[in-house]
T-cell receptor, first 117, second 112 residues
Framework: KAGVTQTPRYLIKTRGQQVTLSCSPISGHRSVSWYQQTPGQGLQFLFEYFSETQRNKGNFPGRFSGRQFSNSRSEMNVSTLELGDSALYLC????????????????FGAGSRLTVL | GENVEQHPSTLSVQEGDSAVIKCTYSDSASNYFPWYKQELGKRPQLIIDIRSNVGEKKDQRIAVTLNKTAKHFSLHITETQPEDSAVYFCAARDNQGGKLIFGQGTELSVKP
């Protein structure tokens, strides 16, 4: 069973540009969550999608957005990049809310490392 | 919203000793508490989790305890080994399937 796949793994952008990151969840998983990881800040929650709907949103500015497609694949977009957006962006999938015990267990992808110059 | 505090931020132990990492949460509705281990350059991986209807759970050398009244939970690693060296994250999620909020992480170093 394939794991959570994130693309691209590494990318370099300059300030003001925008970036789109992609996440393919484990087959059968319908929920996708996104986190930003920076040294000293841990894992900061960005948003969570389930059945193409945003269920939860973290405390990030509107420059950060996301969406989920009918096949559960998700993308996140960051517009007008700032130096502080440099981070590892992690995607995690789960079966989804409700359901049997274990349905909410998150499995992480390897992440997309974004560097903003 | 939920807030999770984790201590200590760094922890150094000798091989064979025990390590304890503590977390507190703010939302009394939270009922799912996983722990993730992230080795250098790798993705976080679930090592153990506990739900609010259980006070303690063990899996070989690791155990998690939960005190719902005090709203804190802890990870215990016994007989530590160098391969236990990693960053450990605790997290909490409410019973409505809300967002999973992580603590700031603890960098554990096990010295041979």
């Amino acid at each position: 069973k394939a794991g959570v796949t994130q693309t691209p793994r590494y990318l370099i952008k300059t300030r003001g540009q925008q970036v789109t990151l992609s996440c393919s969840p484990i087959s059968g998983h319908r929920s996708v969550s996104w986190y930003q990881q920076t040294p000293g800040q841990g894992l900061q929650f960005l948003f969570e999608y389930f059945s193409e709907t945003q269920r939860n949103k973290g405390n990030f500015p509107g420059r950060f957005s996301g969406r989920q497609f009918s096949n559960s694949r998700s993308e996140m977009n960051v517009s007008t990049l700032e130096l502080g957006d440099s981070a590892l962006y992690l995607c995690a999938s789960s079966l989804g809310p409700g359901g049997p015990t274990g349905a909410n267990v998150l499995t992480f992808g390897a992440g997309s490392r974004l560097t903003v110059l | 919203g939920e807030n999770v505090e984790q201590h200590p931020s760094t922890l150094s132990v000798q091989e064979g000793d025990s390590a304890v990492i503590k977390c507190t949460y703010s939302d009394s509705a939270s009922n799912y508490f996983p722990w993730y281990k992230q080795e250098l350059g790798k993705r976080p991986q679930l090592i153990i989790d506990i739900r609010s209807n259980v006070g303690e759970k063990k899996d070989q050398r690791i155990a998690v305890t939960l005190n719902k009244t005090a709203k804190h939970f802890s990870l215990h690693i016994t007989e530590t080994q160098p391969e236990d060296s990693a960053v450990y994250f605790c997290a909490a999620r409410d019973n409505q399937g809300g967002k999973l909020i992580f603590g700031q992480g603890t960098e554990l170093s096990v010295k041979p």
